[in-house]
T-cell receptor, first 117, second 116 residues
Framework: EAQVTQNPRYLITVTGKKLTVTCSQN?????MSWYRQDPGLGLRQIYY???????DKGDVPEGYKVSRKEKRNFPLILESPSPNQTSLYFC????????????????FGPGTRLTVL | AQSVAQPEDQVNVAEGNPLTVKCTYS??????LFWYVQYPNRGLQFLLK??????LVKGSYGFEAEFNKSQTSFHLKKPSALVSDSALYFC??????????????FGTGTLLAVQP
């Protein structure tokens, strides 16, 4: 089954304790992205990756890191989590963009609910 | 600033009645428009998209949406609501940035509640 998976689905941690949320897709998609969802704000992009070893900041990158060493995986790293990073996180992927053609649908993972105490 | 508005936090409708979830956008150029649905404790599921062509787009689970360029709207509709349609619905737009982010701009979501 074609899908985007995330782990863990739920995580409660404390301020300053480094954590990683994994994301993996089995659709051979070049493009991957991380969003956070907060009440009243919708989803906002954190980081994205156009392909292996190519990443860039989205709208709210502060406090996050990413890496793209393999095509299928795009982990989100919080080096020193803080309470304002308590949120619901989604990973997404889509086929490669071509020029100005961004028609390809982005498919989302099930989400990771993170609580930072 | 480019944005998407979903003016209703919640829409209530009786089962069997038609439903509409509203979405308006403000972007430069011709946008690509999407609807996603989020069921409780589930991820976002793609419903439908408008890229070009016919303004009426049909998607999954009997949903459809109408693109109206003059009103900059992309309202989601269904002729007959089901209780199982109850969920959180997000409208999103992919504007022409001239860049490579492929970022979707999301609305704040509309909770659809279908009463039996």
């Amino acid at each position: 089954e074609a899908q985007v998976t995330q782990n863990p689905r739920y995580l409660i941690t404390v301020t300053g304790k480094k954590l990683t949320v994994t994301c993996s897709q089995n659709m051979n998609h070049e493009y991957m992205s991380w969003y956070r969802q907060d009440p009243g704000l919708g989803l906002r992009q954190i980081y994205y990756s156009m392909n292996v070893e190519v990443t860039d900041k989205g709208d709210v990158p502060e406090g996050y890191k990413v890496s793209r060493k393999e095509k299928r995986n795009f982990p989100l790293i919080l080096e020193s989590p803080s309470p304002n990073q308590t949120s619901l996180y989604f990973c997404a992927s889509s086929l490669k963009w071509q020029g100005e053609d961004f028609r390809n649908t982005q498919y989302f993972g099930p989400g990771t609910r993170l609580t930072v105490l | 600033a480019q944005s998407v508005a979903q003016p209703e936090d919640q829409v209530n409708v009786a089962e069997g009645n038609p439903l509409t979830v509203k979405c308006t956008y403000s972007v430069s150029g011709n946008p690509y428009l999407f609807w996603y649905v989020q069921y409780p404790n589930r991820g976002l599921q793609f419903l439908l998209k408008y890229i070009t062509g016919d303004n009426l787009v049909k998607g999954s689970y009997g949903f459809e949406a109408e693109f109206n360029k003059s009103q900059t709207s992309f309202h989601l509709k269904k002729p007959s609501a089901l209780v199982s349609d109850s969920a959180l619905y997000f409208c999103a737009v992919r504007p022409h940035y001239g860049g490579a982010t492929n970022k979707l701009i999301f609305g704040t979501g509309t909770l659809l509640a279908v009463q039996p």
